[in-house]
């Protein structure tokens, strides 16, 4: 089984993207999670894509995710809710033709944020996005890692051993849901 793990932050040191790595590590036998990246898809313009179509980091991505078996989704929260560079990214690939990237496709969220209450706000503004591309989100449990500054080491190591069993049973959790 292939997923592809998608992390919404562009920053270098993001706990999302070390949320992920983690993640990479921690897969039930037999799935495997690639850890892909957003950087370098430009802003959604209509013009661009009329003039030169859909631009080739954004075609690059929606291959590898039409490809996989499902999609994880790690989600950072800015100002309460959906980041805005995983945002566009999702849009860009959304764009014709769009079949088999999103129609069906399995998908979980999970997110971690340096404040109190973890991704919740933003994990809950993607559901109606996900119902609109018509995707199968996987609903077994939620994974918000909160005050991730000391869950993670200056590495970007997951350190905390509740949160790696936390996200080792969702990932397993995730993987049966996938295989169904």
Not at 79 to 85: A, D, E, L, T, V
Not at 90 to 104: L, N
Request: glycine letters at 14%; aromatic letters at 8%.
């Amino acid at each position: 089984m292939k997923i592809v793990g998608l992390s919404g932050s562009l920053r270098r040191g993001s706990f999302n993207t070390a949320l992920l790595r983690a993640a990479s590590g921690l897969m039930p036998d037999g799935a495997e999670l690639s850890v892909d990246t957003i950087h370098g898809i430009p802003l959604y313009d209509g013009d661009l894509e009329a003039a030169e179509g859909v631009p080739p980091a954004v075609a690059a991505l929606k291959d590898k995710v039409a490809a996989a078996d499902a999609l994880l989704m790690v989600t950072p929260e800015y100002n309460n809710s959906i980041p805005g560079p995983f945002k566009n990214a999702i849009d860009w690939m959304s764009r014709a033709p769009a079949e088999g990237v999103f129609g069906g496709r399995k998908v979980a969220l999970i997110g971690a944020s340096p404040g109190g209450f973890g991704t919740i706000l933003s994990q809950n503004a993607w559901l109606p996005v996900l119902r609109t591309l018509g995707c199968e989100l996987f609903t077994g449990g939620r994974l918000m890692v909160s005050r991730a500054g000391g869950v993670f080491d200056a590495e970007g190591g997951l350190k905390d051993e509740a949160v790696k069993k936390m996200l080792t049973d969702y990932l397993a959790g995730f993987v049966a849901f996938v295989g169904k």
